[in-house]
T-cell receptor, first 115, second 115 residues
């Protein structure tokens, strides 16, 4: 099956710093990738849809200046949490859907802890 | 946005027995996909089964099958011969075909298989 690689798996940072999370589709091209946030024992909340070569589409309530998304190629999307604060601590998961395929494949997630 | 509802926050089943997880959704679309994803303690999201809305035949994957009732907007998952490795969070998901092919997840059901 298709593989989505997400890096890093976990990161600890100081309040006020920025953190970049990478999401790569290893064996397929994905025009569209998705970023989710998950709190403990809760569902995945869609944050934004990342579109290759264009601006990301953010869900209501998600600050686009806070969560910067760049989808520079058909295999890579990045999420940068800018000026991170403790309330940004969460599990972030990316996913990608191969073009012409309805299945969604997920990265292994990134646990972010902001001190 | 579409809504996906899972009314059973927690369930348990005896090993080798059968369990059914419920899911309902709300949409005005006619063409869409439905999915069940499994999230074990590793937190890696794993596709269990998918159903195309235009197909009346219920999808099956080995011990997993669905009961898709389009008019009722219901999409339940049946797990037969439950195994200890089935212990996980199960998320029902909806994907519309247009626009954006966005995924929407239910709140999840925590399933525990008891030895």
């Amino acid at each position: 099956g298709a593989v989505v690689s997400q890096h890093p798996s976990w990161v600890i940072c100081k309040s006020g710093t920025s953190v970049k999370i990478e999401c790569r589709s290893l064996d397929f091209q994905a025009t569209t990738m998705f970023w989710y946030r998950q709190f403990p024992k809760q569902s995945l909340m869609l944050m934004a849809t990342s579109n290759e070569g264009s601006k990301a589409t953010y869900e209501q309530g998600v600050e686009k200046d806070k969560f910067l998304i760049n989808h520079a190629s058909l295999t890579l999307s990045t999420l940068t949490v800018t000026s991170a604060h403790p309330e940004d601590s969460s599990f972030y998961i990316c996913s990608a859907r191969p073009d012409n395929n309805e299945k969604l494949f997920f990265g292994s997630g990134t646990q972010l802890s902001v001190l | 946005a579409q809504t996906v509802t899972q009314s059973q926050p927690e369930m348990s089943v005896q090993e080798a027995e059968t369990v059914t997880l419920s899911c309902t959704y709300d949409t005005s679309e006619n063409n869409y996909y439905l999915f069940w994803y499994k999230q074990p303690p590793s937190r890696q999201m794993i596709l269990v089964i998918r159903q195309e809305a235009y197909k009346q035949q219920n999808a099956t994957e080995n011990r997993f099958s669905v009961n898709f009732q389009k008019a009722a907007k219901s999409f339940s998952l049946k797990i037969s011969d439950s195994q200890l490795g089935d212990t996980a969070m199960y998320f029902c998901a909806f994907m519309n075909l247009n626009p954006g092919n966005q995924f929407y997840f239910g709140t999840g059901t925590s399933l525990t298989v008891i030895p």
